[in-house]
């Protein structure tokens, strides 16, 4: 097995965050402490496969999140410590639903608390919201006083969940700071532990000339002063237990809770078995480490141990009791190497160890089971292609060295080209900026002639030279940024992850059945295992080319490939001597070895790898699920492992096929054949495709890739993706029922990643779409393919990986094409419309070379994308991409602001669609919009939405089209009439908008009577516009005929009275006096009135129909609106009279007082004399005061004569005395 790196490196770009709390300058370029690393996993189930990497580096503590499932935002920040140095032994923990990050430096202890993820939302990073609020807070920092300056630290929370900080100082003692529990007020506090008296300390140290601890911080041998320092939780005391490495070779652990050394162990007893020198010099202890780990919930203690020719591992399980009784259990040991160490790491069954020898590192490994006291043998990781080398290439294959591997981080290029072109810095990962700058400069200082197009050169001795110059120069940084910081094991993947300054490099068992150890069995149960593969391979090593050849031809299946060997086997049996051997062992322990061959299928299927558990008795949490470093980390593994990988489903295979061939001597339950033959065998079947199919694709030169490779890889994908294969890729023991996603759905991204892997300086093939210049074809025939059959996913996740390769622009912006176009069949009208805009700024300068592909030109690459929105029924993007085409082509038409106006329309955008309606100049097309325009609100029912806009230079069109909308319908259809009335009072054109409504109100008079509420509405609205008119406006010509105000007024009045009387029975348009008469009949004196006075008619009969009804406070309102008019007095009391019915004293009075002779007269007739008597009493009496002599003599002496015939004497008599009066009143006044 050997490492791979991920294609992503770690992030050069983490925005910084500097935390200051020294203000005075310390010497810190003396002070020399190593960098460190380290890692954090979170405990919840659902974020086992995201974790955190640190780096300590000086000042600057580096911190990213990954995740294998999604793509974290904002995943990296930088904390900057001003003055400070961090010492090694940082530590990030989880508590209280907070990630806390604990650090020490050479003057302050540190605490940042940022929120778990799992309080937001899973696609955030923990530090997407970070900054100086949580950094800040007093209670989480603190600056310590040391006697000297330490060199090292651990940490750890307590039982309290208070922060524990120990500090190595000079004179061996442990500086302990202690930061109350995250969230909570209180003071630090600060302690120092020791390990014995004063005194003893000053004389051991005068006697082994300890004086001062110099840079580095270390010691002279026989000193205290501490090699190395960690730290561990004991449960059984809740207690912090720090543990230290000494030079006076001791060992010794500290108890937090009782401020003193609870166990001491001479180091020099451990290695008096292994060396008769059991005296190490300084420069061996210099090298002593020390670290403490917990696996599950017991904590082992790891030394490095050397002396000379000596170099050694010891493994210790701690047992503390509740009373500090403490006993350290040498569980093993077992040699090392004479190396220099960096990190080592343990967990419950392997043992790591990382060296650096001649700058370059070496990572060995071995199976150890601690509860057994055993181990196995070292095994050695080779370094893959960690490192790069140069060769005998050409300058054009140089170039695609430098530019396209995915090995080579941008930072080694930047610097390496700064040095041959001096200023080559561009914005990070720009790698084509980057090659710009080399080509400027190529052809600035004459070093090449470019011939033909961008990126072609005349080859020459010179440019060779200066490109291989550069290359070398990449090499070295490239090789110095893989220099290891530190060992870490990330549990959720079961991978070995090395912490470089550039980026991770994994390491993973690539045949766990064979070279590796299986945790499900003991060492023994899995020998007959390894011993079965092992003669397979024997048995069937020679037909591999043969096989592959087969699968790769695809006319055959894997399983019937298989089969004809088997047959041919089988045929040489009786020579083969290896066959028995075989038949033996696979029968020993059937059960043992199809538990293996489970397991087995379970490694080679990327679902589990590397963000799932590869056993079959724990389910793999949404292995489905992979985010692109996810991808890139699966696909640099399974590149580095897919030839054996194609040999372990070979084997597989074989096994399962001898076993049906042995099918009468096995002892297998019924249940696993139907397993084996309904579930391992298609599911081998098929990844056996898939590895020989990479293997085919990566053995290929850049050169001989064409479409029938690609239709190969299409087909196979095809398969894999078919909704009936999902079954067959499932096995129910080791994945749930419900997850419907397997292979299918990540095998894109791993054929991608791998063939960036396989051919890092061309691409993924060349294509009639474009390519060449630097590599980077277009496998546009691919993604035709993909698309045709709706594999929409496959084409996103192919373009998503395959655009990370160096490409032409075109090409790369074709393939974005591609992918918005895959983005809007699956519904995803934002990314879509994002990548469309992206593609276009890619065509833009070079549209004509891809015309032919797409089939139209630049100035329709907008509307033609919009039309495919709206299509699809995103009208929000359409209407981003019609604007987007405004804005960068300038350039407008008739036919673009036609479907703007339409597709704001569609969106409901209404205000909007008017302004880009009044845009077009074609007067058909305008027209023809606003037709549209007007018929989508009316059916919608949201007619007012055009009212109150303006319309420009269109306004004539727009009240054209409403009137003939208007006029082509029913009178009875209010919504054109009441959109036309409504704009044209918007507009202030009031006389217009009474003319609409009264000529609808004419409309309407031919309509059955029963639409007089509609009349009588239209004829009120334009009696209301027209009084907002000029007063010299306030008419209309209707049919050549002159309608004033008061008429329109007086015909609404008539409308409207007939609807009070009409009860719904009107069967015939009204008039005038039948309706007036109606109005009286019915009671609705107040319309009669004001009928009456519209059309001139007689009042009387309404003051008339009141007093009859006796409504007298109403009749008086009548008559004091109309002055008093003695003809209505007249009416009023000839038809009570006429009736026999008394009349009122206030009505005889007024009428007395407005109309005396008159009321006389009336009162005569009817033979009211008594009151005829009061009226002409009231006449001569007002006379008299007026000076009047003259009299009405006739109607006097006609009340005179009835009076007298009547007999009534009384009366007589009364009016006699009354012109007796008269006539004194008047021959008095004369003289």
């Not at 990070?428 to 004459?446: I, M, Q, T, V, W």
């Amino acid at each position: 097995m050997s490492l791979f790196s991920s294609i992503e490196a770690i992030r050069p770009d983490a925005p910084v965050v500097e935390i200051s709390k020294i203000s005075t300058l310390n010497t810190i370029s003396e002070i020399k402490v190593n960098q460190s690393s380290g890692c954090f996993t979170y405990a919840e189930p659902a974020l086992e496969n995201r974790f955190i990497i640190w780096r300590a580096m000086g000042t600057d503590l580096y911190l990213e999140e990954r995740s294998f499932e999604v793509n974290l935002k904002s995943a990296s920040v930088c904390f900057r410590f001003k003055n400070e140095i961090i010492l090694p032994g940082t530590l990030i923990v989880e508590s209280d639903c907070n990630v806390l990050v604990l650090v020490a430096t050479t003057s302050c202890v540190h605490r940042v608390g940022l929120m778990s993820p799992n309080e937001f939302d899973l696609g955030c990073s923990v530090f997407a919201s970070v900054g100086d609020q949580f950094v800040n807070h007093p209670c989480n920092w603190y600056v310590y006083n040391a006697s000297g300056t330490p060199h090292l630290a651990a940490c750890m929370l307590n039982a309290e969940k208070e922060a524990v900080f120990g500090l190595a100082d000079e004179d061996g003692s442990i500086l302990l700071v202690t930061l109350c529990p995250y969230g909570a007020d209180g003071a630090p506090a600060q302690d120092v532990l020791r390990h014995g008296s004063r005194l003893r300390r000053i004389l051991v140290g005068l006697l082994h000339g300890v004086g001062s601890a110099g840079g580095e911080g270390g010691g002279q041998l026989g000193s205290s002063s501490m090699v190395d320092l960690s730290a561990l939780y004991s449960n059984e005391t809740s207690d912090v237990v720090f543990c230290s490495l000494s030079y006076d070779c001791q060992l010794r652990l500290w108890s937090c809770s009782r401020k003193s050394v609870i166990h001491t162990l001479d180091m020099r007893l451990c290695l008096r078995q292994f060396s008769q020198d059991d005296q190490p010099d300084w420069q061996c202890v210099c090298k002593w480490r020390l670290k403490c780990t917990a696996i599950e919930r017991t904590w082992v203690v790891v030394l490095y141990l050397c002396i000379k020719g000596v170099d050694r591992f010891f493994v210790f399980i701690p047992s503390i009791t509740t009373h500090h009784q403490v006993q350290l259990v040498r569980c093993i040991d077992f040699p090392a190497f004479d190396l220099e160490v960096v990190d080592f790491c343990v967990n419950d069954f392997r043992f790591a160890a990382l060296y650096l020898q001649k700058q370059r590192l070496v990572l060995k490994w071995k199976e150890i089971c601690l509860q057994e006291y055993e181990h196995g043998p070292w095994v050695d990781c080779g370094d893959g292609d960690v490192y790069l080398s140069g060769g005998a290439v050409s300058a054009s294959q140089l170039m695609g060295k430098i530019f396209h591997n995915p090995l080579l981080a941008y930072q080694s290029v930047e610097r390496a080209l700064r040095i041959s072109c001096g200023d080559a810095y561009t914005q990070p990962g720009d790698f084509a900026s980057l090659r710009s700058k080399l080509f400027d400069y190529l052809e600035d200082n004459g070093v090449a002639v470019r011939v033909g197009g961008a990126g072609k050169w005349k080859q020459s001795a010179t440019l060779d030279s200066t490109l291989r110059t550069v290359w070398n120069s990449c090499i070295q940084y490239h090789n110095a940024a893989m220099r290891p910081i530190g060992l870490v094991y990330l549990r959720s993947c079961r991978m070995l992850a090395v912490i470089t300054t550039d980026r991770l490099l994994f390491q993973r068992d690539t045949a766990p059945l064979v070279l590796g150890f299986v945790p499900q069995f003991t060492y023994d149960d899995h020998r007959p295992v390894a011993d079965c593969f092992s003669l397979i391979h024997r048995i069937i090593g020679a037909g591999e080319e043969q096989f592959f050849s087969g699968i790769e031809a695809a006319k055959t299946t894997p399983w019937q490939l298989i089969n004809d060997e088997l047959s041919r086997v089988v045929q040489d049996a009786n020579a083969n001597s290896l066959w028995q051997s075989f038949h033996r062992a696979m029968l020993q322990d059937e059960v043992v070895l199809f538990q293996a061959l489970q397991v087995l299928a379970g490694h080679l299927d990327p679902t589990v790898s590397p963000n799932g558990l590869s056993t079959p008795f724990k389910q793999p949490a949404s292995s489905f699920k992979m985010s692109p470093y996810g991808a890139s980390v699966t696909a640099a593994y399974f590149a580095s492992t897919v030839g054996e990988s194609a040999l372990l489903c070979r084997a597989a295979l074989f096994l399962m096929a001898s076993w049906c061939y042995f099918r009468p001597e096995s002892k297998l339950p019924s249940s696993t054949w139907t397993t084996m033959h309904s579930e391992l065998v298609p599911k081998l079947s098929l990844l056996c495709q898939c590895y020989v199919l990479l293997k085919h694709i990566g053995s290929m030169t850049i050169g001989e890739h064409c479409r029938s490779d690609w239709l190969l890889v299409a087909d196979l994908l095809r398969k894999l993706t078919a909704p009936n294969r999902v079954a067959n890729l499932k096995i129910k023991t080791c994945t749930s029922e419900g997850d419907s996603h397997h292979f299918g759905k990540l095998v894109v991204d791993l054929y991608v990643h791998l063939l960036k892997m396989f051919w890092p300086t061309g691409g993924i093939g060349s294509s009639s779409g474009g390519g060449g210049g630097g590599g980077g074809g277009g496998c546009l025939q691919l993604l035709d393919f993909l698309l045709e059959n709706r594999m929409y996913n496959d084409v996103r996740r192919m373009v998503e990986r395959v655009n990370r390769m160096p490409s032409t622009a075109v090409v790369k912006a074709l393939r974005i094409y591609y992918d918005a176009m895959a983005c809007l069949r699956l519904k995803e009208p934002q990314q879509a419309y994002e990548k469309f805009l992206t593609a276009f700024i890619g065509l833009v300068d070079n549209f004509n070379s891809v015309q032919g592909r797409l089939g139209f030109d630049k100035e329709s690459f907008f509307m033609r994308t919009a039309a495919l929105f709206d299509k699809a029924g995103f009208s929000e993007q359409a209407i981003q991409l019609c604007l987007d085409h405004l804005r960068l082509l300038e350039t407008e038409s008739s036919d673009l602001w036609h479907m703007l106006c339409r597709l704001y329309c569609s969106s409901g955008q209404y205000a909007e669609a008017v302004q880009a309606v009044v845009k077009i100049q074609h007067q058909p097309t305008l027209e023809d919009s606003l037709t549209n325009l007007v018929r989508r609100v009316v059916d919608r029912g949201l007619g007012s939405e055009l009212c109150n806009c303006n319309f420009g230079q269109a306004e004539q069109t727009f009240v054209r089209i409403l009137e003939k909308m208007a006029r082509e319908n029913k009178p009875t259809d209010d919504t054109y009439y009441d959109m036309l009335f409504a704009h044209l009072n918007f507009k202030m054109k009031y006389r217009t908008a009474a003319h609409c409504m009264y000529e609808k109100a004419k409309r309407l008079e031919a309509e059955p009577a029963s639409t007089l509420n509609s009349q009588s509405s239209a004829l009120y609205l334009a009696t209301t516009a027209l009084n907002f008119a000029r007063p010299q406006f306030r008419y209309l010509y209707f049919n050549q005929q002159l309608i004033t105000l008061e008429q329109l007024r007086a015909e609404a009045l008539l409308v409207e009275s007939a609807l009070r009387v009409d009860n719904g029975k009107l069967q015939r348009r009204p008039t005038v006096d039948y309706t007036f008469e109606q109005l009286l009949r019915k009671g609705h004196m107040e319309l009669a009135e004001n009928l009456c006075k519209a059309y001139q008619l007689p009042m009387e009969k309404v003051a008339s129909v009141l007093a009859l009804n006796a409504a007298w406070d109403r009749l008086k309102q009548l008559i004091d609106r109309h002055a008093h008019k003695p003809e209505l007095y007249q009416a009023v009391c000839a038809s009570l009279l006429n009736r026999r019915r008394s009349i009122p004293a206030w009505l005889v009075d007024q009428y007395k007082e407005t109309e005396p002779v008159g009321a006389m007269v009336l009162f005569l007739e009817h033979g009211e004399l008594e009151a005829a008597v009061q009226c002409a009493s009231k006449l001569l009496r007002d006379r008299a005061q007026e000076q009047q002599p003259l009299l009405p003599v006739l109607e006097l002496d006609n009340l005179y004569v009835v009076l007298e015939e009547t007999g009534n004497l009384n009366l007589l008599e009364t009016l006699i005395a009354e012109l007796q009066r008269y006539s004194d009143t008047v021959l008095s006044q004369r003289q």
